[in-house]
């Protein structure tokens, strides 16, 4: 299986299957799965916390130990993200997809772009976001 012949349905019957098997539906409540969520997100995080060496995709690429340790924690943050869409009936890709247009809007490509990083227009829709104003619909 690789991303290229996968449907996110699959990955989400291999999820609650595993979890099934166990007995441990019992246990994914919402507010767990999202806690786990954070915590192996944290264990990520970690894999990077102190490092000295440079911290570009191509040379992080070169270490497989580092690239092994990186993608087991992005597992797991994928596995309770899974998870916690399969108990509470969430669509993945529609979920993506309306994120992906509002974030269009949200980030206009007048502001961001391969030319133009406007760090004050960011500023100010991140100050307006968090007043709960609407900024994109």
Do not use: C
Request: zero cysteines.
């Amino acid at each position: 299986m690789d991303d290229n012949n996968t449907k996110v349905v699959e990955l989400k019957k291999i999820v609650a299957d595993f979890r099934d098997a166990r007995g441990w539906k019992k246990f994914h409540a919402p507010r767990n799965l999202a806690t786990s969520i954070v915590l192996e997100a944290s264990e990520l995080l970690e894999l990077f916390q102190w490092d000295l060496r440079a911290f570009s995709a191509a040379q992080i690429k070169k270490d497989k130990d580092r690239m092994e340790e990186i993608k087991n924690e992005m597992a797991d943050v994928i596995v309770y993200s899974l998870s916690l869409a399969d108990i509470l009936g969430i669509d993945v890709t529609d979920a993506i997809i309306k994120k992906m247009e509002h974030n269009a809007k949200k980030y206009s490509v007048v502001y961001f772009n391969k030319d133009v990083q406007d760090l004050k227009h960011y500023k100010k829709i991140k100050k307006l976001y968090r007043s709960g104003k609407v900024v994109a619909k």
